[in-house]
């Protein structure tokens, strides 16, 4: 089992930044990334990188404003977030899977966080 912990969401205006943290526990795992879901909205592919963070993936609607990182020394993935606009407010969630490559797909997913709240303010 993988425990994942989010953190990092706030309060923010636009064209601000903000860097989310997700913290494992338990075992090792593969592929990881972040999804976001506004209220009344499906659940939204944001980043994911593979295991080594060598390899990573974002839509178009962040590309070149999100990064997401590994440090697996601390066991932990973060997004760091740049140029953030009302648009990107909702709830982030980590999300990781067992030995793997990244996907943008839920469903490949085997363990959630509890997501952390991003609030773009115009």
């Known amino acids: 089992q993988v425990q ?7 309060l923010v205006q636009a064209g601000g930044s903000l860097r989310l943290s ?15 879901q506004a209220p009344g909205k499906e659940r939204e592919f944001v980043a994911t ?6 390899i ?3 839509p178009d609607s962040v590309k070149g ?3 997401i990182s590994r440090d697996n020394t601390k066991n932990t993935v973060y997004l ?8 990107d407010t909702a709830v982030y969630v980590c999300a990781a899977r067992r030995p793997g490559s990244g ?8 363990y ?8 773009v303010s115009s």
């Open 49 to 54: 990188m593979n295991w080594s963070g060598s």
């Open 56 to 58: 990573t993936y974002y």
């Open 65 to 67: 404003r999100f990064t």
């Open 80 to 87: 760091q977030m740049n140029s953030l606009k009302p648009e």
């Open 112 to 119: 959630w966080g509890q997501g952390t709240q991003v609030t």
């Open 103 to 110: 996907s943008d797909r839920t469903g490949d997913y085997d």
């Open 4 to 10: 994942l912990v989010d953190s990092g969401g706030g």
């Open 22 to 36: 997700c913290a494992a526990s338990g075992r090792t795992f593969g592929g990881s990334a972040w999804f976001r």
